[in-house]
């Protein structure tokens, strides 16, 4: 694995202004980095500004000297990894380097004016606990592929989540001291990692805050390296596992559904006795495949949880079956028509409810209320 190297100018972390420092992952950067650069260590003396050097060749070489002149701190990458290793490897800094500090992330090609990079910085400041978007609206003259790229995962994210977020894509984001760990822990070393990232925090039940910020694209975006298909697939994962999943216990469900009612004339019966054939298909496979947190959940409670869920499901189902075949809808089409409408919220009382483990964060914080109330039991009259 290549190593990050650094050439380091003197930074103070004292001062109020650099209790939040600014990363900078670029790959083949121009002038515009070492505007960027300038302006932000004008409009803040003393501002720390890491700038990572993600294996561009020898002609960007005098602009990291120009940045480094300028009084940035310049991580050098020998090899293209990938922006999310690079964010990495600027972020690792600033925790290991610049302890108490908070951490900017922008964008390296012009995109994020100064203003918008210290607004973001500040309400992080003020919510460190919280992940802070510096949020594009969308309007005016877009390129098509960052327009389709966006509302593609704003809707995956929203349907694998249930967080509502204008601008999954930017890269004007900000993280508190306590949140660096997090940050350093999520996957993926290209693109996807500020999607994992951004997954992650709505996991770790961390709260999303979006700060309006100016939406500037430069030659028709011509800079950016986002995939539009590529890097949209890798964030609907999920919900894609989560389709495949019950589609292929739907089918199931199906089959059992027609061959039961064929042998026992019951509805009731093949109703029931499909969705138990079909629920343990979909459990095993949602546990183990589907839900990132499942083999986290112990078996028993994940059992109690999805049987829960499925005899809720399962009133549901012959309840909508029995008034739709009622009304004279031949049994195959009432049956595809239901699994439809129940498919939705299946999904999110899965991912919320029957496999949502505890985060190493809720976990570290059980003790620390423990002791707390064990504190205040101790101090108090009895």
Known sequence: MAAATTREHPVNPGTSAARTAVVVPAYQPDARLVALVDALRAAVPGLPVVVVDDGSDRRCGGVFRAVRALGAVVLTVPVNRGKGHALRTGVRWVRDRLPGHGVVCADADGQHTVVDVLRVGARSQAEPDAVVLGARRFTGDVPLRSRVGNTATRWAFAATTGTRVRDTQTGLRAYGPGLLDNLLAARGDRYEYELRALLDATRAGRRIVEVDVATVYLDDNAS???????????????????????????????????????????????????????????????????????????????????????????????????????????????????????????????????????????????????????????????
Do not use: I, M
């Open 224 to 382: 950016s390296h986002f995939r539009p298909v590529a890097d949209s697939l890798r964030v609907w994962a999920p919900l894609l596992r989560f389709a495949a999943s019950s589609l292929g216990s739907a089918a199931v469900d199906v089959v059992a559904l027609l061959a039961l009612h064929a042998l026992t004339g019951s509805l009731l019966a093949a109703v029931v006795g499909a969705r138990l054939l079909s629920a343990g298909v979909n459990f095993s496979v949602n546990r183990r495949l589907v839900f990132a947190g499942g083999r986290d959940v112990p078996l028993r409670a994940a059992v109690v949880r999805y049987a829960a869920l499925a005899v809720v499901l399962l009133a549901a189902s012959y309840g909508l079956l029995a008034l739709l075949t009622g009304l004279g809808l031949p049994l195959l089409a009432a049956k595809v028509g239901t699994d439809v409408a129940l498919v939705a919220t299946s999904y999110e009382v899965q991912r919320r409810v029957v496999f949502a483990s505890f985060s190493a964060d809720r976990r570290a914080a059980r003790p620390a209320r423990a002791r707390g109330r064990a504190r205040s039991s101790a101090g108090r009259p009895t």
